[in-house]
């Protein structure tokens, strides 16, 4: 079904050649991605985009860009990406807004998510009030900036020079285009070690090689007034782990991504029945995590030993000098010793009552490890023993585990919200592909004159060969392929090229479609054989 685009680009030149290609091209790789709700928003954008009155390359930016995002994180950000360049206009010329417009694709790409990708527009927005001057020179670097920060490393890095160059137009320039020491200097501070982004794809092969099914991962950015950043954490069947972590006493971020990882989806496998919170104490919850923890990675390593010599590095690793979590309370200390206890049958510890409590936790996981309750119990116990010999911290220090791996456990005590019955049994992302079916002649009969059919199909049937209506006569009419078919194009393949109005080299900026060539005259060919 063709789109009629002048009730929403109204703006644009009329019957430009140029114009006409990209929308009809953008539009085709927009239905790839999104569902008829989302293509709304997106025609919806155009429309606002042209009410802005900022020239025509920012009505073609937006239309040819947005599909990339959508691709990297879902259809539902395209309202706030439009609301957000809207209120950014008010503060910026329309030559910046493009720009923020033509690196939105790489923003998504690089940060994983709709959720982070919202924080950085909020960023955009405060930089915008702050430091106006610093956009354009920043947006020219963003490549440079997110291959290297995560969004609170960027956020620090950006508020820091607008609060440093507040009244210095000059320094504003050169401190965001990356020109300054300060610059450098704030750049290499903020810097993480290692990205979640830049890993994803070795964590899903690597999770998909122990428990052969997928794990869907999500990248979280919670680093925004430290380092240290959000914990990992298991939501609407997916793992959400940090988007970045650091070396952990000499652990680097990919050997600490992996033990997360494999924690969370040790968690998802083993987790089948749910646990009662009720009458607990917050504290004492914390203490059946423990035992929790300890259960599913016994049921795990049990299946993969190798695991137990990877979760095992992070409790025998000794503390540096400069190690970020720094002298732990002694009940955490008596905590992590108990892990270390059950995780390491040639552990002794210098506590008896440590020893005692681990050993009759593992001859419970050897008798029955897939009952919960075995959990429950036992951190009830260590919690009434663990009053006897050691005060009882706050509830914001118990929860503030040292060790950075494991997530807060909100998925052991919400399991009955998250069953799979009662949520549907498979996740459906918010596009799907379309699946191609080959189908019989009386199956495609019998279906091609259905009312309900969309242009964004979900499934689309294939006959071999043509299809001509039973009555009439099949040389002179046209088949049901020329009259209901679309025709067939390729998935759209992107290429930089460099932009020579802003002197810079722009990642994925053309778009290349390719369609069959149409039937050509044989007596052309007949001549050409003839001379």
């Not at 794990?215 to 007034?225: L, V």
């Not at 060969?465 to 009259?483: H, Q």
């Amino acid at each position: 079904m063709s789109i009629d685009f002048s009730e929403y680009v109204s703006c644009l030149d009329e019957n430009e050649h140029e114009h006409v290609e990209a929308l009809d091209s953008s539009y085709h790789e927009a239905q790839r991605v999104m569902s008829p709700r989302g293509l709304d928003n997106y025609l919806q954008g155009m429309r606002a985009m042209c009410t802005l009155n900022r020239g025509q390359d920012l009505v073609l930016t937006y239309v040819q860009e947005i599909p990339g995002v959508a691709k990297e994180v879902g259809e539902d950000v395209v309202p706030d990406i439009v609301e957000s360049m809207m209120k950014l206009a008010s503060h910026t010329s329309g030559s910046v807004v493009t720009l923020m417009l033509s690196m939105m694709p790489l923003a998504a790409q690089r940060l994983g998510d709709a959720d982070v990708l919202r924080g950085y527009l909020k960023l955009l927005h405060q930089l915008a009030g702050r430091a106006p001057r610093g956009l354009r020179p920043m947006m020219e670097n963003m490549d440079e900036l997110l291959s290297k920060l995560t969004l609170g490393g960027l956020r620090r890095w950006a508020l820091w020079g607008a609060q440093a160059h507040q009244r210095d137009l000059d320094g504003q320039m050169a401190y965001f285009g990356l020109k300054s020491e300060s610059s450098r200097s704030v750049l290499q501070k903020e810097r993480r070690g290692t990205l979640f982004i830049d890993n994803q794809r070795k964590l899903n092969f690597y999770l998909r090689a122990l428990w052969g099914r997928a794990f869907f991962m999500r990248p979280t950015a919670g680093d925004y007034e430290s380092r240290q950043g959000l914990k990992p954490f298991i939501e609407d069947f997916q793992v959400h782990l940090p988007d970045a972590f650091d070396p952990f006493r000499g652990i680097d971020g990919m050997e600490i991504y992996r033990a997360a990882a494999a924690h969370a989806a040790a968690h998802m496998v083993h987790t089948r029945e749910p646990v009662s919170a009720e009458q607990l104490s917050q504290a004492q919850m914390r203490f059946i995590e423990l035992f929790e923890d300890a259960r599913v990675e016994y049921l795990a390593y049990r299946e993969f030993p190798g695991l137990r010599k990877l979760w095992l590095s992070f409790f025998t690793a000794e503390p540096g000098q400069d190690d970020e979590f720094g002298e732990v309370h002694e009940t955490m200390e008596l905590m992590l010793r108990t892990t270390r206890a059950i995780m390491d049958p040639d552990y002794t510890d210098s506590a008896d009552f440590v020893n005692g409590v681990a050993a009759d936790f593992r001859a419970e996981l050897e008798q029955d490890p897939h009952n919960p309750l075995i959990s429950w119990m036992a951190g009830v116990n260590f919690y009434n023993r663990m009053v006897e010999h050691a005060t009882i911290p706050s509830v914001r220090v118990l929860s503030d585990w040292p060790i950075p791996y494991r997530d807060d456990n909100r998925y052991f005590w919400d399991f009955a919200e998250n069953l799979f019955e009662s949520r549907g049994v498979d996740y459906l992302p918010s596009s799907q592909q379309s699946v191609r079916k080959y189908v019989s002649v009386m199956e495609m009969v019998n279906e091609i004159n259905s009312e309900l059919v969309i242009d964004n199909h979900q499934e689309v049937w294939v006959l071999a060969t043509e299809l001509f209506p039973y009555e009439d006569d099949c040389e002179t009419t046209k088949s049901y392929n020329e009259m209901e078919g679309v025709e067939p194009v390729s998935d759209p393949y992107h290429y930089g090229e460099w932009d020579y109005q802003v002197q810079l080299s722009r990642p994925d900026w053309a778009t290349v479609i390719e369609r069959r060539q149409g039937k050509g005259d044989p007596e052309i060919m007949d001549g050409i054989l003839d001379k």
